[in-house]
């Protein structure tokens, strides 16, 4: 996408008049989790929300007390208690008539690690809350150990051979709580993150959303090449972009083309994965498993056909 298809993609007639994330702040350049703030600014307009924020980079970058880089209220809450901190403020605000929609924006080790048994609970219980986690794929403010989300063959600080175990399935595990909405969002295409997410402000009931946000400083990328790591990860299909709807109605709504050009690529431009030795190959194997079961997921392909077993042959197609 061009330079004015992007900027007419993500303007509106209901551009937030005050910023979600102001200038000033001490999040590190390039980094994704900016970027996507912006982009949800244009997202969700002027409509009135409240932000909870656990311990992550994005809390360290709303500064020292009294003052914040944030244009809307928010409480920070622990690791583990995000969606229960956000359960509690989205239930004030019903009781006080509140039109205010409660966010909670967590790093990938508030969600798929300390933070699960609360953000499980609160998915069980269908509560009127939008967990959006950015996901750059380690704990980016402590130092950059590995977490549950970081890549199979990924250098962290802890790991400085390389990650052994395959990256967790959350968009699967939301899926299974059967919330009313769960979606994994591009940046680097806009005009399907924008719909995902004034969707996910809009609807009732838990919603989550998965957004990739590179880490300059973590991936030991260049800080300038944060949207094109997006956009190999998806061209590649790497990151697969989809939805699911009641989970089980899942869609593909950016179709990949799978190239190696685009995973060998997205590999050499990061150090971390330089460092192990790990190649677009050694990816590509988890890769197809993984679209394996998003057809299934979707419907493309029947379980008989992916298994090739009786077994399923009773089942629903």
């Known amino acids: 996408m061009n330079e004015p298809d992007f900027q ?5 007639d209901h551009v937030r008049s005050e910023a979600l ?19 949800f600014k ?12 656990p311990a992550c980079c994005a809390a360290v970058a709303a500064g020292g007390f009294p003052f914040t880089a944030y244009g809307a ?45 609360s953000l499980s609970a609160a998915a069980e219980r269908n509560e009127d809350i939008l967990f959006v986690c ?22 962290t600080s802890n790991t400085p051979k390389g990650k052994t175990e395959p990256k967790k399935d959350i968009l699967g595990i939301m899926a299974a709580h ?41 991936w030991k990328s260049e800080p300038a090449m944060t949207i094109e790591l997006v956009r ?11 939805e699911v709807e009641l989970g089980n109605r899942w869609t593909v709504t950016v179709e990949p083309d799978f190239s190696r050009t685009a995973l060998e690529r997205y590999v050499s431009l990061q150090r971390r994965f330089q460092k192990t030795g790990i190649t677009a190959d050694d990816l590509a194997k988890g890769m197809e498993w993984q679209w394996q079961e998003l057809l299934v997921r979707t419907g493309a392909v029947s379980l008989v056909e992916r298994f090739g077993s009786r077994e399923f042959s009773s089942l629903p197609r």
């Not at 190999?232 to 989809?242: D, E, T």
Request: aromatic letters at 6%; hydrophobic letters at 40%; a positive charge.
């Open 8 to 12: 007419q993609a993500v303007s509106g």
């Open 21 to 39: 994330l102001r200038p000033g702040n001490t999040n590190c350049g390039g980094c994704g989790m900016s970027v996507a703030l912006q982009m």
């Open 42 to 53: 244009r997202a969700i307009g002027d409509t009135k929300i409240q932000l909870v924020l």
């Open 73 to 117: 209220p928010l409480l920070m809450s622990t690791f583990a208690s995000a969606a229960a901190t956000a359960t509690g403020m989205s239930q004030v605000a019903r009781l006080n008539g509140d039109s205010a929609r409660v966010v909670c924006w967590a790093g990938d080790g508030g969600t798929y690690d300390i933070g699960m048994a």
């Open 134 to 155: 950015y996901d750059n794929e380690i704990y980016g403010n402590t130092g950059g150990q590995r977490s549950s989300a970081t890549p199979v063959g990924a250098s």
């Open 178 to 218: 059967r919330i009313p909405y769960a979606a994994t969002v591009s940046l680097a295409n806009p005009e399907d993150a924008l719909r995902k997410m004034r969707r996910s402000i809009d609807e009732k009931g838990f919603r989550f959303l998965l957004i990739l946000t590179p880490c300059p400083t973590g």
């Open 232 to 242: 190999l990860a998806v061209s590649s299909g790497l990151f697969p972009v989809v």
